[in-house]
Structure formats: structure tokens, C-alpha cells
């Protein structure tokens, strides 16, 4: 089943503590993408990726890393946590290429990330 | 970036056609448009996207207007599970290779 996996689903944790939130696909795709979606703001991206090793910012990459050494997977790292990066997160996958934006972006099922 | 306009919110009656619409006015010839859904609690799932003529897949139909600076998601008949916020998404391959801009989406209940 073609699938965009998210650990963990929910995360409570505390200013500054580094964490990583992992996530991986399974359809051999290109580009990875990282969402953060809050009330009233709707859904922000936060970096890209256009395939292994090529990373860059989104919109909102304040506060965040991330890292594309295997295809299939884009974890996003919180180096210092605070609490304005509560937050739910998405990761989502798509193909690219001359009929990238001929095909549908998968997503997976969140993050919800509490920083108290 | 291109922009576009939906109404906050919609309601339909269950097993009835639901038509939601959403303007964009300065779409640029190499914009797709895209049409996703967020159902409660979960990610955004696909649900049709087009580019200048009307699609019909298993979820949905998607009619674009001729010039382009509209379109309108249809769902044949409404059913309680597609109760969710409905995004209708510019896809351009120009901006950030093609990211998902996502604005804030038409709420749409559905009636028993």
C-alpha cells in the first residue's frame, strides 16, 4: 500500500530538548515536503526536497532542520524546541519530473508535537 | 503567489450533489489546479486536479471554467464521510518546485 509513515503521532516535550520527527515513504519518490498546520494559519510548508541531498526552505524553516540522505525518508529535526512550535505536522511525498505537477501529493497522518 | 478564494463554509444533505467552487483569478498558464481534502483528525488526501478540461475520477468531478480563473469540485452524491475542509490548490512548478499552497478551505457539513 502506497503510504507516507509519521512517527511519532503525537509528542509532548519540553523548551530546548532536541527531537526528530521521522517520516518515510514508500513510493519511490522524489520530492518530500514538510507542513506545519495551526488554527487560523491553515497549512505552512516548512522545507522541501527536490531528491536526495537537495534541501531548502519553505515558507516558515525558522527553528527547524532537515536532512535527505535516503530517498525514502525526510526526518525534521527541532534543535531547540519551543513553544510557538506547537504545532500539528504533516509530511508529504510526491513525485517530480517533466509531469510533476501532473500527479497527486500523498500525505502522512501527522504530528501533533507540544512543546511546553 | 497565485491565489485562491473559497467560501468558509458549505452545507449539503446526504446522497445529494454538492457543488464548491473556488475562484482564481490570477492563475498562470502553468498552474494546475488541485483539489485536496482534510477529513477530521487526519492528512490532506487527493482528490482530482485538472489543468484546462474537466476531470471526472471515482471521488469526484472537476469542472474548470474556459478562461481558467475558476473551478468548481463536484461530488455526485454527498455522503456523510465526505464531511471535511475542502482546499482548492494552484500548483505551480515554478514556485518552490511545485509546492502545495493551501488556503483556508471550504468547511463542508454534510446532513443525515
Known amino acids: 500500500e502506497a503510504q507516507v509513515t509519521q512517527n511519532p503521532r503525537y509528542l509532548i516535550t519540553v523548551t530546548g530538548k532536541k527531537l526528530t520527527v521521522t517520516c518515510s515513504q514508500n513510493?519511490?519518490?522524489?520530492?518530500m515536503s514538510w507542513y506545519r498546520q495551526d488554527p487560523g494559519l491553515g497549512l505552512r510548508q516548512i522545507y522541501y526536497?527536490?531528491?536526495?541531498?537537495?534541501?531548502d526552505k519553505g515558507d516558515v524553516p525558522e527553528g527547524y532542520k532537515v536532512s535527505r540522505k535516503e530517498k525514502r525518508n525526510f526526518p525534521l529535526i527541532l534543535e531547540s524546541p519551543s513553544p510557538n512550535q506547537t504545532s500539528l505536522y504533516f509530511c508529504?511525498?510526491?513525485?517530480?519530473?517533466?509531469?510533476?505537477?501532473?500527479?497527486?501529493?500523498?500525505f502522512g497522518q501527522g504530528t501533533r508535537l507540544t512543546v511546553v | 503567489d497565485a491565489k485562491t478564494t473559497q467560501p468558509n463554509s458549505m452545507e449539503s444533505n446526504e446522497e445529494e450533489p454538492v457543488h464548491l467552487p473556488c475562484n482564481h483569478s490570477t492563475i498562470s498558464g502553468t498552474d494546475y489546479i488541485h483539489w485536496y481534502r482534510q477529513l477530521p483528525s487526519q492528512g490532506p488526501e487527493y482528490v482530482i486536479h485538472?489543468?484546462?478540461s474537466n476531470v471526472n475520477n471515482r471521488m469526484a468531478s472537476l469542472a474548470i471554467a474556459e478562461d481558467r480563473k475558476s473551478s468548481t469540485l463536484i461530488l455526485h452524491r454527498a455522503t456523510l464521510r465526505d464531511a471535511a475542509v475542502y482546499y482548492c490548490?494552484?500548483?505551480?512548478?515554478?514556485?518552490?518546485?511545485?509546492?502545495?499552497?493551501f488556503g483556508q478551505g471550504t468547511e463542508l457539513s454534510v446532513k443525515p
Open positions: 513510493m519511490n519518490h522524489e520530492y
Open positions: 508529504a511525498s510526491s513525485l517530480r519530473g517533466a509531469s510533476f505537477m501532473n500527479t497527486e501529493a500523498f
Open positions: 490548490i494552484l500548483r505551480d512548478l515554478y514556485n518552490q518546485g511545485g509546492k502545495l499552497i
Open positions: 526536497s527536490m531528491n536526495v541531498e537537495v534541501t
Open positions: 485538472g489543468l484546462t
